[in-house]
Nanobody
Framework: QVQLVESGGGSVQAGGSLRLSCGSS???????????MGWFRQTPGKQRELVAR???????TYADSVKGRFTISRDNSRKTVKLQMNSLKPEDTAVYYC?????????WGQGTQVTVSS
């Protein structure tokens, strides 16, 4: 069973920065490379939404709301994916989830809270 472990959430004032990290120690490197790694977020009463994702060969997609502020990166040798979040806004407040996806398979982390105060 793949286990994704997130870290780096917390509270910050508007305009500040946070960096989220997600690791998968149980996934061997050659398998990790095959997965698209992503970050999603969810607020109470709303559907989980894509924030950013990066394919195994480096193709990146961002939600329009975070373009120019967030940067996703992956390190296949370390089996990690990071999300650098700058110029944070109160509307970025959510639980952020790490995701690994391949074909019809999805794995999720436990989520980490990000709170941005005005």
């Amino acid at each position: 069973q793949v286990q994704l472990v997130e870290s780096g959430g917390g509270s910050v004032q508007a305009g500040g920065s946070l960096r989220l990290s997600c690791g998968s120690s149980r996934m061997i490197t050659s398998v990790f490379r095959q997965y698209t790694m992503g970050w999603f977020r969810q607020t109470p009463g709303k559907q989980r939404e894509l924030v950013a994702r990066v394919t195994g060969d480096g193709g990146i997609t961002y939600a329009d709301s975070v373009k120019g502020r967030f940067t996703i990166s992956r390190d296949n040798s370390r089996k990690t994916v990071k999300l650098q979040m700058n110029s944070l806004k109160p509307e970025d407040t959510a639980v952020y989830y790490c995701n690994a996806a391949k074909d019809t398979v999805d794995y999720w982390g436990q989520g980490t809270q990000v709170t941005v105060s005005s």
